[in-house]
T-cell receptor
Framework: DAGVIQSPRHEVTEMGQEVTLRCKPI?????LFWYRQTMMRGLELLIY????????DSGMPEDRFSAKMPNASFSTLKIQPSEPRDSAVYFC????????????????FGPGTRLLVL | TQLLEQSPQFLSIQEGENLTVYCNSS?????LQWYRQEPGEGPVLLVT?????EVKKLKRLTFQFGDARKDSSLHITAAQPGDTGLYLC???????????FGGGTRLMVKP
């Protein structure tokens, strides 16, 4: 079974350019997360979707960042315009939210997109 | 805001040594997870603990959830170079299935 797929794996761009990161979650999962990881700030949650609907976007840094999930098998994170401080590794993770007495929110991470903005 | 603090942030030890990593918070979590991340890859789940006082063992790794479900520890016995990586704790219980991640402990085990 394929895990979470992210593309591209590496992206180098110049300041001011638009960057689009893509994610295909694990089939059957109903939750999708976008994270940003840097040495200084660690792993930060940017946005969380459940059933393709954005539930919490309080971690999105500013209006330059936007995320969409048009269907259950695809999501994008867009940065426009990009800035050097956006350089980081961006991870997409998916999970299956289930209800009940006990549920475990295991998140399955993709390999990440390493973004460098010059 | 729920926060998880991990200590130490960095740890460099020799093969065969034992170590303990701590994950602390002032908040109560419904579950606590430990992930390991290797260079160039995403974090991978090691274990989930859900009951206060729970202890789980995974080969040479022992995980404990505090009685009050506010803290956790990871103990590695006889560390090996293959244990090298970034260890992240994550607390559950937020809306939906969001997790709160700690800052991570970067472990290097030298042969």
């Amino acid at each position: 079974d394929a895990g979470v797929i992210q593309s591209p794996r590496h992206e180098v761009t110049e300041m001011g350019q638009e960057v689009t990161l893509r994610c295909k979650p694990i089939s059957g999962h109903n939750s999708l997360f976008w994270y940003r990881q840097t040495m200084m700030r660690g792993l930060e949650l940017l946005i969380y979707f459940n059933n393709n609907v954005p539930i919490d976007d309080s971690g999105m840094p500013e209006d330059r960042f936007s995320a969409k999930m048009p269907n259950a098998s695809f999501s994008t994170l867009k940065i426009q315009p990009s800035e050097p401080r956006d350089s980081a590794v961006y991870f997409c993770a998916s999970s299956l939210l289930s209800t009940g007495i006990l549920y475990q929110e295991t998140q399955y991470f993709g390999p990440g997109t390493r973004l460098l903005v010059l | 805001t729920q926060l998880l603090e991990q200590s130490p942030q960095f740890l460099s030890i020799q093969e065969g040594e034992n170590l303990t990593v701590y994950c602390n918070s002032s908040s109560v979590f419904s579950s606590l997870q430990w992930y390991r991340q290797e260079p160039g890859e995403g974090p991978v789940l090691l274990v989930t603990v859900v009951t206060g006082g729970e202890v789980k063992k995974l080969k040479r790794l022992t995980f404990q959830f505090g009685d009050a479900r506010k803290d956790s520890s990871l103990h590695i016995t006889a560390a090996q170079p293959g244990d090298t990586g970034l260890y992240l704790c994550a607390g559950g219980g937020r809306a939906g299935n969001m997790l709160t991640f700690g800052g991570g402990t970067r472990l290097m085990v030298k042969p």
